[in-house]
């Protein structure tokens, strides 16, 4: 389930199991959208991105979506692993490559 | 592939000193590089962006005498933290937008800094 942290709100699944991250960003004018993985005391990974006239864009085992109406975009994570969990942002940019990140998501897997 | 390797990992300094830290794109030319700062359980805030050749662009409310970037060459940004206190301790991390592709943007690994 979830729960919200000090800071970070965080997301427990069982290995296994398929997971999702939510995201809301804020300025409708940007065209390209970012997942990036954190693991503690290191910088950004890049996941996966897509750009604006996508609505979807898949992985291996993750998938992008992005709805623009709402303003929302998700991390799908199939067959969830220790080995994801992590922080996860997602960052928005229009021009010039300043990427905005969101608050991020800590994904614990249990066994 | 691209990587982008920071200088120091971590750092520790005496309060009131300054300390440097290096960006470097190791196999690319990076016209644009990105620094930002980020607390622990806290996102990434975009401290400032490096432009090759010119004055950084700061985010509103960074100090720019206290943050002191240099962007000398297509593959070299430097992060000066100036006149460091406890409360400037934290993760800085670069990033660098490979030229011309603008969007394609790599992360350093990030250094600790803590200012005792």
């Known amino acids: 389930g979830e729960s919200v942290g000090l800071h970070l709100p965080t997301l427990s699944v069982q290995e296994g199991d398929n997971s999702i991250i939510n995201c809301a960003y804020s300025n409708s004018a940007s065209d390209y959208f970012i997942w990036y993985k954190q693991e503690s005391g290191k910088g950004p990974q890049f996941i996966i991105d897509?750009?604006?006239?996508?609505d979807k864009r898949q992985g291996q085992r993750v998938t992008v979506l992005l709805n623009k109406t709402v303003k929302h975009l998700s991390l799908q994570i199939a067959a969830t692993q220790p080995g994801d969990s992590a922080v996860y942002f997602c960052a928005e940019t229009g021009t010039a490559s300043k990427l905005t990140f969101g608050t991020g998501t800590r994904l614990q897997v249990t066994l | 592939g691209a990587v982008v390797s920071q200088h120091p990992s971590w750092v520790i300094c005496k309060s009131g000193t300054s300390v440097k830290i290096e960006c470097r794109s190791l196999d690319f030319q990076a016209t644009t590089m990105f620094w930002y700062r980020q607390f622990p359980k806290q996102s990434l805030m975009l401290m400032a962006t490096s432009n090759e050749g010119s004055k950084a662009t700061y985010e509103q409310g960074v100090e720019k005498d206290k943050f002191l970037i240099n962007h000398a060459s297509l593959t070299l940004s430097t992060l000066t933290v100036t006149s460091a206190h406890p409360e400037d301790s934290s993760f800085y991390i670069c990033?660098?937008?490979?030229?011309?592709?603008?969007?394609?943007?790599?992360f350093g690994e990030g250094s600790w800094l803590t200012v005792v």
């Open positions: 897509i750009r604006s006239n996508m």
């Open positions: 990033s660098a937008s490979r030229a011309p592709s603008g969007n394609t943007i790599y």
